[in-house]
């Protein structure tokens, strides 16, 4: 099937729910998005995507109560673990597709067969194919779910097992994982137990624990017949759940796929995970295998997105033209140097990358496991020669002092790689090993320490480590320290091998652990890892930093691309997967050269492997790197040095490490909370009546007996553990003296608070309470930090050199030559008054003012993304209105000054955010500062007062009056981007009202209207 990825029906069909053709308009919604839920356990996801995109009627009225489902997944994924899960916009957006498609499929079975068929057929004639089946009813019932390595897809797994159990009332005969090989069975059994789900090795001999024990056991393990080792596919019989793990094996036809068919039985369900479907998958000639696929592939988020997106490392992938044994040497020890130079990194600069979480630095080799050599099938002699290859190198490394110490020398000037063009293979490589100014003797012996952990040469040992399956250590003479770890079936024919056929001393020792198990603790002193075909599947460490590749996967694509994801995994700040470019942080806090860690280095063996590596990367259209093109702002010194003033403040200690809080008991804090379904509401045929009768609760309304307190105390110290709300202390009696005084605004339907059944009351009794607590915590920290920052600020002026006016503006795009002309037409645009990317606004304090939409509707294929820093639609049009202001004369443009507050690096509140513009209007003896903040008001509360973004005038009027300055005025103001007519649709509003709060809706007017409000003369 040519252009598989082109014929996933089944996302399409997810697609269309939303409005969306494509899964860049997801993208563009959400991937700026915050994760995690509010206290009403409300998504920031679902506020983008019901306000960026269409969804259908159907989906309006139903939308929500998926969200919920989803924020009790997350809670249940996180609960047990130590780590803060946060589901990323992807893997959100893949739960929530499958919420979708598993309601239709139980409950609505034939809207989906009418519609997916439908749009199968609208398909088939839009691409003129018939290798596009029409629906085979069958596929309905499976799953799959094509996600890059590092995705999560385990966690997703885990989270499709409650949802099924959610919307299925059918009972599983057995609920089977089923994993490619033994180590990953016993990898999945822990992850299991760490979301607390039942699970155990298959044996079908004991009973499970529970109905919902998940039977995990290896493809290997199913046969014809039952053996030793195998249970006959016929163990199976019944209609059972089944989970597949590397979904992709049995692509090419063998009896795996049968197995798993025969298993899953005629009434089944099954979800399958692969991170390459579309290589295994575009490569056969199986075209009903193919179309079970397309029509089962729910969420596709393949390399491609994950990468752009900014999730994982950079790479390098570098090619050694042509071979002989002393160049390969050479470059081995080049591919050394790169692996040293990150050591070494990690090492000088452990305490600053702490926040950053990025693990310490291991290089790996992967030999040949697959595939013909020289157009023979592949031999355990081959196996072990490459594995020997390495193990010959180290050694020579360690013996060949003088040798090596010139290799090293030749490496870092140049000279001794050139690429295709003649450049330099190595140019630029070693940016912060220059800087370290060593001679290449100093480097040879810097090696040893970090590396070999030697301080001394010494010839290399290989050690026999007995009682450790299949693991041979490499170390520098008798150092019990190991440095390199070989981890290969038949260890001891290896040993014999090295024995027989080099110099290299040999040795054996009594072994009680397993070095391998231990790679990713802070207690391994492993760096070099040298192996075959077990790394290509399900090994998980984010330590990987350089590769060497030997022969793997010459025309295997999905292998190619699976090993690939064993490198490019990164935990990121904040458990955030994301390289530091993508992540919201100044680059003045950033350490120089972190990029060191944050790129996978790849050095391939044999040239012809490296280009068939690099087909299929273009293959999945993955740019095989990226470009940066960089402009800084220019900072208009004759504006910002005229004295304008902002309240800054003091960098002197921070709030949470230095102060103690106790839960503060004040209805200043009181949360407005709203469990009426305000996406529901805005497509309610009535929602003006039903605006008018929502029921206002209060604490006489709930049954407090039925809440257990002290099992509420432990949510809340995990939510404000989880929050970063460490100093906030925290008790029983407080707690209900929130609820008990009413410090809360509850709007909540009457069937929540008056139920019968006491097991359903305990339930939505504890759910409200829970969430009043969670809201009200988050104000009373809120609030108490800013009081705490507003005593600390004073009025600063502005200085040309200032991070809020003086910082870069980053293209990073494909290096692909369609995309590089379009931004370097947009940068030589720069500064032009008639140029289309730009705004041209001559009282903004920095120019440029990018507009995100006029960049991105320039670039091909929806690939070009605005630097984060530009302006939005509506953000564009407040400009424009205030240029209009000035040019009609309303306002001396002597008097205006206009800074774009950068997202992260600007001046801001800890209650009330950063208000995207600040304005100062500046006559002889007085300036007016105002802080304007265009925002979406659907989901604020409708007592509008009680918004944080509305409170923040309130709180600057008090600043204003402790700062004391006669000659400084500040206000703040709302400026509605979400239309008064849509607002009407859900909730009473009055204008007057509003604007009495300082909220003004985009209408003809409103900016004059806001700056009279302030007192600003407008003539």
């Known amino acids: ?43 920031r996801f679902i506020e983008e995507l ?26 249940r994924l996180a609960e047990n673990r130590e780590e803060d899960i946060r589901l990323k916009y992807f893997q959100y957006l893949s739960l929530l597709f499958t919420e979708i498609y598993l309601d239709l499929y139980h409950n609505h079975e034939e809207k989906l067969q009418g519609e997916f068929s439908a749009l199968i057929e ?96 290896d493809i290997h393990k199913i046969s014809d017949e039952t053996g030793e080792k195998t249970y006959s596919v016929d163990t199976f019989e019944g209609d059972n759940l089944v989970f597949v793990d590397e979904g992709h094996k049995g692509a090419q036809g063998d009896r795996w796929i049968t197995y798993r068919e025969h298993v899953i039985g005629d009434d089944g369900f099954s979800f399958e995970y692969s991170a390459t479907f579309g290589q295994a998958l575009s490569s056969i000639d199986n075209e009903q295998l193919q179309n079970r696929y397309v029509q089962s592939i729910i969420f596709e988020y393949s390399f491609r997105n994950f990468h752009i997106d900014g999730f994982g490392k950079e790479y390098d992938v570098l090619n050694l033209a042509e071979e002989t044994e002393s160049r390969r040497d050479a470059y081995l020890t080049a591919n050394l140097l790169t692996f040293y130079e990150q050591k070494k990194y990690y090492t000088e600069n452990e305490d600053e990358l702490e926040p950053f979480e990025i693990d310490d630095p291991l290089w790996i080799f992967v030999g040949q496991t697959v595939n013909a050599v020289s157009g023979r099938a592949i031999t355990k002699k081959d196996k072990a020669s490459d594995v020997e290859t390495v193990v010959r190198f180290l050694a020579r490394f360690l013996r060949e ?53 030697a301080s001394t040469d010494a010839e290399l040992s290989v050690v026999h480590l007995k009682n450790a399956d299949d693991e041979i250590g490499l170390r520098v003479g008798r150092n019990e320290d190991y440095f390199g770890l070989i981890n290969i079936g038949s260890t001891r024919k290896f040993i014999t091998r090295i ?33 075959a075909k077990k790394f290509t599947e399900g090994w998980d460490s984010y330590r990987v930093a350089s590769m060497g590749l030997m022969r793997v996967g010459r025309s295997e694509g999905s292998e190619i691309i699976q090993l690939f994801g064993r490198g490019i995994r990164l935990r990121g700040m904040n458990n955030s997967l994301k390289r530091t470019s993508h992540v919201d942080v100044s680059q003045s806090d950033l350490p120089e050269h972190i990029d060191v860690l944050e790129r996978l280095n790849v050095f391939g063996i044999k040239a012809d492997y490296i280009k068939e590596f690099e087909t299929q990367l273009e293959k999945e259209d993955i740019p095989t790197g990226f470009v940066e093109r960089t402009v800084e702002t220019d900072v208009r010194a004759d504006l910002v040095e005229n004295g304008l003033n902002v309240p800054r403040k003091r960098e002197d200690t921070e709030y949470v490490s230095s102060t103690s809080l106790r839960l503060p008991l004040s209805e200043d804090h009181a949360p407005a909370v709203d469990l009426y379904s305000e996406v529901q ?86 759910e409200i309470v829970r969430t009043i607590l969670r809201s009200y915590v988050d104000n009373a920290f809120n609030a108490k930090k800013s009081d ?42 720069n500064g032009s008054s008639s140029n289309e990317y730009t705004l041209d606004f001559d009282r903004s304090l920095y120019t440029p003012l990018f507009v995100k939409e006029q960049i991105e509707a320039a670039g091909p294929q929806e690939q070009l993304k605005a630097p984060s820093q530009s302006l939005n639609e509506d953000e564009r049009r407040l400009v424009e209105r205030l240029d209009a202001i000035v040019k009609t004369g309303h306002l001396r443009r002597q008097d205006v000054y206009l800074l774009r507050n950068p997202r992260g690096r600007g001046i801001g509140f800890q209650q009330g955010g950063y208000p995207d513009f600040i304005l100062w209007i500046k006559s002889a003896d007085k300036q007016t500062v105002l802080f304007l903040d265009p925002h979406g008001m659907v989901f604020e509360p409708e007592d509008i007062e009680k918004s944080n973004k509305v409170k923040l005038n309130d709180r600057v009027k008090v600043l204003e009056d402790r700062l004391h300055d006669p000659d400084i005025e500040m206000h703040s103001y709302v400026i509605s981007v979400t239309e008064e007519t849509t607002l009407r649709e859900s909730r009473d509003v009055c204008v007057e009202t509003y604007e009495d709060h300082n909220v003004y809706f985009q209408e003809e007017g409103y900016l004059k209207r806001i700056l009279q409000d302030a007192g600003v003369q407008i003539s």
């Open 788 to 829: 705490w920052e507003d005593r600390r600020r004073e009025y600063q002026l502005l200085r040309p050199d200032d991070t809020e006016l003086r910082f870069e503006l980053t293209f990073r795009v494909p290096d692909e030559p369609e995309l590089l002309e379009t931004v370097d037409g947009i940068l030589s645009a």
């Open 50 to 75: 019901t306000t960026e995109l269409e969804p259908t009627e159907w989906l309006w009225r139903r939308i929500e109560q998926y969200d919920r489902n989803i924020a009790a997944y997350e809670h």
């Open 122 to 217: 609208d398909k088939r004639t839009e691409l003129s194919v018939e290798d596009l089946y029409p629906l085979e009813e069958d596929n309905l019932s499976k799953l799959a779910y094509w996600m890059a390595t590092g995705s999560g897809k385990t966690l997703i797994m885990h989270a499709n097992l409650w949802q099924f159990q959610h919307y299925s009332d059918q009972e599983p005969e057995n609920l089977l994982l089923i994993t490619p090989n033994e180590g990953l069975t016993d990898q999945h059994l822990n992850e299991f137990e760490a979301s607390g789900i039942d699970a155990r090795r298959f044996s079908p001999e004991r009973n499970p624990t529970s109905e919902t024990t998940i039977n995990v056991l």
């Open 681 to 766: 509401t805005l497509r309610s045929s009535d929602t003006q009546a039903l605006a008018k009768e929502k029921n206002n609760a209060r604490s006489d309304d709930l049954d407090l007996q039925l809440v257990d307190w002290d099992r509420l105390l432990i949510d809340l110290i995990e939510y404000k553990e989880r929050q970063e709300y460490s100093n906030l202390v925290l008790d029983v009696a407080r707690l209900k003296a929130v609820v008990q005084n009413d410090y809360f605004a509850l709007k909540c339907p009457t069937s929540r608070v008056s139920l019968d059944d006491p097991i359903e009351a305990k339930a939505e009794t504890e």
């Open 401 to 453: 002092r003088d040798a090596v110490i010139d290799e090293i020398g030749d490496v870092l000037s140049g000279t001794g790689f050139l690429d295709e063009d003649g450049r330099s293979l190595f140019e630029d490589k070693f940016n912060y090993l220059e800087e370290s100014a060593l001679s290449a003797a100093e480097i040879y012996d810097e090696i040893l320490d970090i590396v070999f952990n």
């Open 1 to 43: 099937m040519d252009d598989f990825s082109q014929k996933l029906v089944l996302t399409e069909y997810l697609y269309s729910k939303f409005g969306a053709t494509s899964f860049d308009e997801f993208r563009d919604a959400l991937n700026d998005a915050k994760e995690g839920f509010k206290p009403d356990n409300r998504s």
């Open 499 to 531: 024995e027989e056929h080099t110099e290299i001393s040999t040795d054996e020792q009594e072994f009680k652990r397993a070095l391998f198990s231990e790679l990713n603790s802070d207690s391994s002193n492993v760096t070099v890892l040298i192996g």
